[in-house]
């Protein structure tokens, strides 16, 4: 049964950084592509940023060129390092597999 735990979440000033992070246990983590997707309150969930098994990265045009996405598979762990904070990136973020979900982590940016 796969887990995925997120955290990093919290409550940050606009401009600021947070790194989230996810941490997967029962699956082959290394041979997987991760992801992080983001649900805004009253919006659909989309997609943040994706990191294949050979480390090529993908962003939406949204954070791109603020956050990074990376992982460490010694550690069964996905990152999200975000930078430049606003506003319009507060939501619930989220690790996947595409088929495995974590709880998510309440990232709050003030303005």
């Known amino acids: 049964q796969v887990q995925l735990v997120e955290s990093g979440g919290g409550l940050v000033q606009a401009g600021g950084s947070l790194r989230l992070s996810c941490v997967a246990s029962?699956?082959?983590?290394?041979?997987?592509?991760w992801s992080w997707y983001r649900q805004a309150p009253e919006k659909l969930r989309e997609f943040v940023a994706r990191?294949?098994?050979?480390?090529?990265?993908i962003y939406a045009d949204s954070v791109k060129g603020r956050f990074t996405i990376s992982r460490d598979n010694a550690k069964n762990t996905v990152y999200l390092q975000m930078n430049s904070l606003k506003p319009e990136d507060t939501a619930v973020y989220y690790c996947?597999?595409?088929?495995?979900w974590g709880q998510g982590t309440q990232v709050t940016v003030s303005s």
């Open positions: 029962g699956t082959v983590f290394r041979f997987t592509a």
């Open positions: 990191i294949t098994n050979t480390d090529n990265t």
């Open positions: 996947t597999n595409t088929n495995d």
